[in-house]
């Protein structure tokens, strides 16, 4: 090889060598084909070419993150999450797609509020919340370089909303002598579930007039409070098994439902993260999509075992066939489908919260869910 050829040669080379992490396979590729455009084709180029092909996807699979990091909050809704966290399945997967040292790191948060803003801060990879946080997040941050989408759906099922006030029948009683815990005021999908049901009840332009009753409050924090009878907390709007927990007191009573506000099963939880990290690091994504697909079917194929599970990770002191039993009801459903989820958009985008509204389901989502028969 003469030394003109060399030159030729190393200066593609360093080009990709010195591309910027976020430099992805076409660019590197355009750069493989633009230099073979311009050699003899021989046995030498090709062999070269090969060479840099290589290690083109090398530089891209080395281009991904190092650490993936993600939330969830407290509940049962959260099961699939902590299935993952305890057999590292998001790890497992990550290295059958060339990740092999992958870290993951996990946090707990009260509300969707927080996660929100570690979202928006780049502290946080994917959220786990309700659907009221995640839809505010997609449209402040829609068509933006912070871009927020919906990564899968986690569940269907119910919330309630629970008093020991014997003098609230409805939520047409609650007063300023009430106070009504939820993990977010205003954000959470408690809190804009209660402003739908307050707008079926007071009429519309009056969504708002049980906000001032409530309270933000982590989910074990608020039924300790609502249970010990001394606390000003007297109503809490809740979620599997906190709510189902309480109703075994004598005193406490449900007084809404989601599925009657949403006027059939919602889905409850959702899981949502950046454009930016998706598109930076597709490895990374399909491997936490593939961990939570894993984590679903195991749940639904092994409810006894995950109810055993569910109790011994959490530490709780109720019997595992009480989370059996919430495991078995049919309103209750570990799935990814989209369920009713327009619902709360159409809602918010009405009374003002966000500015955008989706044609669909699907405008919410990355495209990875859009098979799935959702609403």
């Not at 993150?65 to 809704?77: D, L, P």
């Not at 608020?222 to 004598?250: R, V």
């Not at 961990?291 to 639904?300: G, R």
Request: aromatic residues 8%; charged residues 20%.
């Amino acid at each position: 090889m003469s030394k003109e050829e060399l030159h030729r040669w190393v200066r593609p080379c360093d080009r990709l060598a010195l591309a910027p992490v976020e430099s992805n396979l076409m660019r590197a590729s355009a750069m493989v084909h633009s230099w073979v455009h311009g050699q003899q084709n021989t046995k030498l180029t090709r062999h070269l070419a090969g060479i840099l092909a290589g290690f083109a996807l090398a530089t891209v699979a080395d281009a991904e993150t190092g650490e993936v990091r993600i939330a969830q909050q407290y509940g049962i809704s959260y099961l699939p999450l902590m299935h993952i966290e305890q057999n590292r399945l998001v790890e497992k997967h990550a290295a059958a797609n060339g990740l092999r040292d992958l870290k993951v790191t996990w946090a707990r948060f009260a509300g969707g509020n927080v996660m929100n803003d570690a979202l928006l801060s780049g502290s946080l990879d994917f959220a786990a919340a309700g659907v009221a946080p995640a839809t505010t997040l997609w449209a402040k941050t829609r068509g933006t370089p912070s871009e927020i989408k919906l990564v899968t759906a986690m569940n269907s099922m119910p919330i309630y909303l629970n008093t020991r006030n014997p003098n609230v029948k409805s939520i047409r009683d609650f007063s300023e002598k009430d106070r009504i815990a939820l993990p977010a005021v205003k954000v959470s999908i408690q809190a804009v579930t209660l402003q739908m049901a307050a707008e079926k009840a007071f009429g519309e332009g009056h969504h708002t007039r049980l906000d001032a009753f409530t309270v933000t409050l982590a989910h074990p924090d608020a039924q300790a409070a609502l249970l010990s009878g001394a606390s000003e907390i007297n109503a809490h709007f809740s979620a599997p098994p906190f709510q189902y927990q309480q109703l075994k007191n004598p005193g406490v009573r449900n007084v809404l439902n989601s599925y009657d506000v949403l006027g059939g099963p919602a889905t409850f939880n959702v899981i949502y993260a950046s454009t930016r990290f998706r598109e930076a690091n597709p490895k990374a994504y399909e491997a936490f999509l593939a961990a939570y697909a894993e984590a679903t079917e195991w749940i639904n194929r092994n409810r006894k075992e995950a109810a055993e599970f569910y109790v011994r990770a959490t530490g709780g002191k109720e019997p595992v066939e009480d989370i059996l039993a919430i495991l078995n009801d049919p309103q209750i459903e570990f799935t990814q489908t989209p369920k009713n989820i327009t619902k709360y958009a159409e809602f918010l985008h009405k009374v003002g919260s966000i500015k955008h509204r989706p044609g669909s389901w699907k405008d919410l989502f990355f495209p990875e869910i859009h098979r799935l028969p959702g609403s």
